[in-house]
């Protein structure tokens, strides 16, 4: 399995990015799927994951109200469209698989990992 992210770059605080992470097989519905970040010299948070089946997603109060998860189950794709982004939102940004559908919060539940996108916000 395979999850290849882009999207990322740099933008001024206000912009907006649209993050993809595509993948190298079919993701059946009773999969998961989310995106963690990570800044310099922090942990790997959670930021959104999505129930692949209905496409309900469950996104992190620091980006409830700016950030949009979605995908195409058609493309195997999974989407991040990303607001308003701040200085703080600076990480690099992971997609994730968890092929048991646990819809977790937690890097410990996921199996399948991408390489990473770097998001650059400029205040």
């Known amino acids: 399995v395979q999850l290849q992210a882009s999207g990322g770059g740099m933008v001024q605080a206000g912009g907006s990015l649209r993050l993809s992470c595509a993948a190298s097989i079919r993701i059946y519905s009773s999969s998961s799927m989310a995106w963690f970040r990570q800044a310099p010299g922090m942990e790997r948070e959670f930021v959104a994951k999505i129930r692949w089946g209905a496409g309900t997603s469950y996104l992190a109060d620091s980006v409830q109200d700016r950030f949009t998860m979605s995908r195409d189950k058609a493309e195997n794709t999974l989407y991040l469209q990303m607001n308003n982004l701040k200085p703080e939102g600076t990480a690099v940004y992971y997609c994730?698989?968890?092929?048991?559908?646990?819809?977790?919060?937690?890097?410990?539940?996921?199996?399948?990992w991408g390489q990473g996108t770097l998001v650059t916000v400029s205040s």
């Open positions: 994730a698989l968890d092929r048991r559908g646990q819809i977790s919060s937690s890097v410990n539940d996921y199996q399948y």
